[in-house]
């Protein structure tokens, strides 16, 4: 081996140690590299779902997944975000207690609504083919709080490797079901089930590893100490849990307008689209939130939060947003030939939510400083005012261009993120000029991949 050699071996190796020596990337490896797994099955299988599924099919899934989603996040009235906050493990247990029973009641009240008022709800979401499936919708509802409940005790402890691990079973369990109930030619409800499953069946693995592990933690649970930390978090379901169903209804909300009101299975082309694109977000995106939620609080007991999130949203920059604009470059050609001729439709609305996208990309990981540093109403009015943005652009789209609805919701949810990106400087009391200098960094990244992207365009094209 050559000096030179020698010299880049010694190199990679003290790198590599600084990097193993970082909790935080560390941490982030584990839950990136559980989420790789799990979102790269769910890509792989896409391709084979497009031929097993219409895009009516996926459509009915948009408005069930919709639905979901919204409900979903308000079933613990968000004491699972309070859940790593405190510092004593006896306060930890009454909040994962009222998460968990936040999320059970949520689950019934609406699985009575659906049993009693079919007609109705089928009505207001105007999908008929949804019935026979809203059963699903109450029992999602409980295996999606109770699972975001036991993710954030988990990652109170610091327990990303169980977390990764039961994100590939999510994944692996709900991409077989929806292969395996589309090939017996169960549509939609196939797709319907494997998102449930995916949603939140891992409660089955963070529920052993809690009673394995914290079992111990149980004497300190106590209807007192329950209504104790209700009044002392009593900002997370006046505020947060308000704030988190306008977050999701300013995504989801308009999915169901358009799967109401747009011709053809337009929705359905959506949710293939934002799918597609949830590989590259989730895959670090979520990981990267975990953690720093985990860090956040104690940052900021530093006085060190505003530093801490500048280098979050660099290395935000430099590794996701690269492969974002790769997609939303080369999908109009790609989706065709990747999904089939009947998908194009899609791979030409990644190219319009592209930007949206990287601005999502840069602001969700972060947006839990405003919890941290006790911003929930100013987090209700933001995401207010994205509810508002999104949707009217949706209503007024539908009603003055109606050709053009999905495109003009991409630039509303794009506006709306930038929105929230300068939000999160000010409350993490980050100097502007530092988000620049960071996002100035990842610029040689971002043009590497955009000439690499505009290269496999003229190729694909020319082939």
């Not at 029992?139 to 490797?161: E, N």
């Not at 400083?369 to 933001?382: E, F, I, M, N, S």
């Not at 990106?421 to 610029?443: D, K, N, P």
């Amino acid at each position: 081996m050559s000096a030179a050699e020698s010299t880049w071996v010694m190199l990679v190796r003290i790198w590599l140690r600084r990097l193993l020596s970082n909790k935080f990337l560390r941490h982030v490896g584990v839950l990136a590299g559980g989420t790789a797994v799990a979102q790269a099955l769910t890509v792989i299988v896409l391709p084979i779902l497009t031929r097993l599924y219409t895009p009516q099919h996926f459509s009915i899934l948009a408005v069930y997944a919709s639905l979901l989603s919204i409900l979903s996040v308000a079933a613990c009235l968000r004491f699972e975000i309070a859940i790593a906050i405190p510092e004593s493990d006896s306060d930890a247990i009454n909040l994962l207690a009222l998460a968990l029973s936040s999320s059970l009641a949520l689950a019934m009240l609406v699985g009575c609504i659906s049993i009693a008022f079919p007609a109705r709800v089928i009505e207001l979401v105007h999908q008929p083919g949804l019935r026979p499936y809203l059963w699903m919708l109450p029992l999602g509802i409980w295996l999606s709080g109770s699972y975001a409940a036991l993710q954030y005790w988990s990652t109170r402890k610091h327990k990303f490797t169980v977390i990764a691990k039961t994100r590939m079973t999510q994944a692996i369990g709900g991409a077989g079901v929806q292969v395996g109930f589309g090939w017996l030619g169960m549509a939609p409800f196939g797709l319907l089930l494997g998102q449930m499953i995916n949603s939140g069946a891992g409660i089955a693995g963070l529920g052993r590893d809690f009673f394995r592990e914290d079992r111990n933690k149980l004497p300190s649970l106590s209807f007192n100490g329950m209504r104790k930390m209700f009044h002392a978090y009593d900002r997370f379901p006046k505020y947060s849990t308000f704030e988190g169903l306008a977050n999701t209804a300013g995504i989801q909300l308009p999915v169901i307008i358009i799967a109401a009101l747009a011709v053809g299975p337009e929705a359905g082309y959506l949710m293939l689209a934002t799918r597609a694109m949830a590989a590259p977000m989730t895959l670090i995106g979520s990981s990267v939130a975990q953690v720093y939620l985990s860090r956040a609080p104690e940052e900021l007991r530093r006085d060190s939060l505003g530093e801490f999130t500048a280098k979050v949203i660099g290395g935000l920059a430099k590794s996701g947003v690269g492969p974002l604009i790769f997609a939303g470059i080369i999908s109009p050609v790609a989706f065709p030939i990747i999904f089939g001729e009947e998908w194009r439709r899609a791979g030409d609305i990644v190219g319009w939510m592209t930007p949206w996208f990287v601005a999502q990309f840069l602001a969700s990981p972060v947006s839990m400083t405003l919890h941290v540093t006790g911003h929930q109403r100013r987090a209700l009015v933001l995401q207010l005012f994205g509810v508002i943005v999104r949707v009217g652009a949706v209503l007024l789209a539908a009603k003055f261009a109606a050709d053009d609805v999905v495109e003009i919701y991409a630039v509303s949810g794009f506006l709306f993120y930038l929105v929230y990106v300068y939000v999160v400087v000010i409350v993490s009391g980050m100097r502007l000029q530092r988000l620049i200098a960071v996002l100035r960094e990842a610029l040689p990244w971002v043009a590497i991949w955009t000439t690499t992207a505009l290269a496999c365009r003229a190729a694909i094209a020319f082939l």
